[in-house]
C-alpha cells in the first residue's frame, strides 16, 4: 500500500461541493483518536457514522440533518442525512459493513445497492439524491502482516463502487487496535480504519 497515504480523498466534479465536508470528516476522525486513543470513532455503527458527518457538514457551514421524516414512494418514512447547500439539498442515504477480507468486499457492493435503491424512493423534484457505504474493516490478527495488501485490495473495491467520491481514513497507529463493534466484542480482529464511498443516484 506504498502509493495510498494514511487518510485523503479522491473527489470528482459532481461532488465538489462535498470536499470540505469530507475533509472535516478526516480532520474529526483525527481529533476524536487523538482524545480517545483506545477508541475510535469510527469502531461505531450507522447512527454514529452519519452523525459523524453531519456535524463535519455543520462546522463548515453546511446546515444539515440526519433522520429527517420524509416522503418516500411507498409512504412516509425517514432519510438518514439531509446537507442543505445554498443551490440545493443533497438526501443522503448510508448502509454501514464490515469486512474481514477481500472476500467480503461483495458485501460492499450489496450495501451500495441497498443503499441506491433506499435513496431512490425518496420523493424530491429538484434535490440531488446520494448512496453512501461506510466500511469499517475487521481483518483477523492471524492475517495482521498482510493489512497493507488487504486494505490496498479493499480500495480497488471502493474506487469502483464510488468513482466520483471515497475517502479513506487508515492511521497507521491504528493497525494493532481491537475493540467492539454494536454488543459483540471482536478480540481477534484489528481495527485500521475507516473508508466511505458516495455515489450520485438518478431518477
Not at 10 to 17: N, Q, T, Y
Not at 54 to 64: E, I, L, Y
Not at 66 to 84: C, H, L, Q, Y
Request: with cysteine; proline share 6%; hydrophobic share 40%.
Amino acid at each position: 500500500m506504498a502509493a495510498m497515504t494514511e487518510s485523503g480523498l479522491h473527489i470528482g466534479k459532481s461532488f465538489a461541493r462535498w470536499a470540505p465536508i469530507l475533509r472535516e470528516w478526516l480532520v474529526m476522525m483525527e481529533w476524536y483518536l487523538d482524545r480517545h486513543p483506545s477508541e475510535p470513532a469510527y469502531w461505531h455503527e450507522e447512527w454514529t457514522q452519519v452523525g459523524l458527518l453531519a456535524s463535519a457538514a455543520w462546522r463548515v457551514g453546511v446546515p444539515s440533518l440526519t433522520e429527517v421524516v420524509v416522503k418516500r414512494k411507498a409512504g412516509r418514512g425517514r432519510a438518514d442525512f439531509r446537507a442543505s447547500f445554498p443551490e440545493c439539498c443533497d438526501w443522503l442515504e448510508a448502509k454501514v459493513v464490515w469486512p474481514e477480507s477481500q472476500s467480503d468486499m461483495p458485501k460492499v457492493e450489496n450495501a451500495m445497492r441497498e443503499a441506491t435503491t433506499a435513496v431512490t424512493e425518496l420523493e424530491s423534484s429538484r434535490d440531488r439524491r446520494i448512496a453512501a457505504v461506510f466500511v469499517g474493516p475487521m481483518i483477523r490478527t492471524a492475517l495482521a502482516p498482510q493489512a497493507d495488501e488487504i486494505l490496498e485490495n479493499m480500495m480497488d473495491t471502493m474506487r469502483r463502487v464510488g468513482p466520483d467520491c471515497h475517502v479513506w481514513y487508515l492511521p497507521r497507529r491504528a493497525r494493532t487496535f481491537r475493540g467492539a463493534s454494536g454488543k459483540t466484542s471482536y478480540p481477534d480482529h484489528i481495527r485500521p480504519g475507516m473508508l466511505i464511498a458516495m455515489r450520485q443516484v438518478d431518477g
